[in-house]
């Protein structure tokens, strides 16, 4: 029997990817569907790509009934769902795709968001969503923090690379990039066609939020203290992500560490040497694809590591986290080939 789902926050993009993921996913089935914004609209007036889909109305998050919910995806906005998950029903599973629970410290949570943490009482139920390093511990949580969509491009590869000291700790630099979606649905004058289209530009430089996650999870890789140089930038293009990373190390040994490392994983896929990865060679997919170059420079090391940000950047992580919650196959629904072109 299929697992009951909820999502929270279905009528933004991730809402939109979970729906089109679990419309098809063979262990679970769409029980309720949240959006305060949008209550009372079906998800083909919301979404009307979806509209082939049998699918419940759109209703406010208090008027979710959760008897019989097996999980919730809360793809709400930062701050809210420490409230749900305080007042939610204690059987409830939830996996989280806002900030919420990322940060393992409340005075961490309130430097990078601006908010004071609420709910501390219940990190000890959390586990970091990230399933290639905390697999075991998002198998036994209540909660797990899904990853930003920019943390998981950059500790994909720079995790097993702290942990095996292929690269060193100093001086490492990521040069990140994003589609448009990445802002999410809401009106941004920033993301208007004319404002975006044939522009290319940085953004949250020297103190973007995702920061925090970078300084928490390379450090404890590491086993000290990292502070890498972090900037992303804004693509004119819809969807897609690539993390440019710069490190002192020997690339054939960090091409080792990370052939050997994710051999048997799924989703993460290491090139041969010297092959660079494109962000449109993984897009509708929930594949992470890793290139390492030799730099020109002795002892220095180029990755370069390209998702879809709303799929193992958001969305797909989110089920494959949701997976290994309800005990079902860890790829289930997310086998999905590339779109290309």
Not at 147 to 165: D, F, H, K, R
Not at 270 to 292: E, F, K, T, W
Not at 296 to 307: A, H, T
Request: proline residues 5%; contains cysteine.
């Amino acid at each position: 029997m299929a697992h009951k789902i909820a999502i929270l926050g279905a009528s933004g993009y991730t809402g939109a990817e979970l729906v089109r993921l679990i419309a098809t996913h063979p262990g679970m089935e769409i029980a309720a569907l949240g959006a305060n914004s949008k209550a009372g609209q079906s998800m083909a007036d919301v979404f009307p790509h979806l509209r082939h889909l049998d699918l419940p109305d759109l209703v406010t998050i208090e008027e979710v009934d959760f008897t019989g919910i097996d999980l919730v995806f809360c793809a709400l906005p930062h701050g809210v769902t420490h409230g749900f998950a305080k007042t939610a029903p204690d059987h409830l599973k939830i996996v989280d795709l806002s900030a919420d629970f990322r940060l393992r410290a409340a005075e961490a949570y309130k430097r990078w968001y601006g908010i004071e943490h609420t709910a501390m009482e219940l990190q000890a139920q959390v586990a970091y969503g990230l399933p290639e390093v905390y697999r075991d511990e998002i198998a036994r949580a209540r909660i797990t923090a899904n990853t930003g969509c920019y943390v998981a491009t950059t500790l994909l590869p720079l995790i097993p690379l702290l942990e095996a000291g292929a690269v060193g700790p100093e001086g490492i630099v990521v040069d990140a990039k994003s589609g448009v979606s990445g802002a999410g649905r809401g009106l941004n004058e920033a993301m208007l066609f004319a404002e975006a289209n044939e522009g290319f530009k940085a953004y949250g430089v020297g103190a973007h939020r995702h920061m925090g996650e970078l300084d928490q999870e390379l450090s404890r890789a590491a086993g000290r203290d990292v502070t890498v140089s972090f900037t992303p930038h804004l693509l004119p293009m819809t969807r897609g992500m690539q993390a440019t990373i710069y490190a002192a190390g020997d690339a054939g040994e960090v091409h080792e560490v990370l052939v050997e490392r994710y051999a048997d994983e799924p989703f993460v896929d290491v090139l041969d040497p010297g092959a660079v990865p494109q962000v449109n060679h993984v897009r509708g997919s929930n594949l992470c694809r890793i290139g390492v170059v030799a730099d020109r420079v002795p002892g220095r090391v180029i990755v370069l590591s390209v998702l879809d940000n709303l799929m193992k950047g958001a969305s797909g992580q989110a089920v494959q986290n949701a997976n290994l919650m309800l005990g079902l196959d860890e790829t289930a629904g997310l086998m999905l080939a590339p779109v290309f072109p």
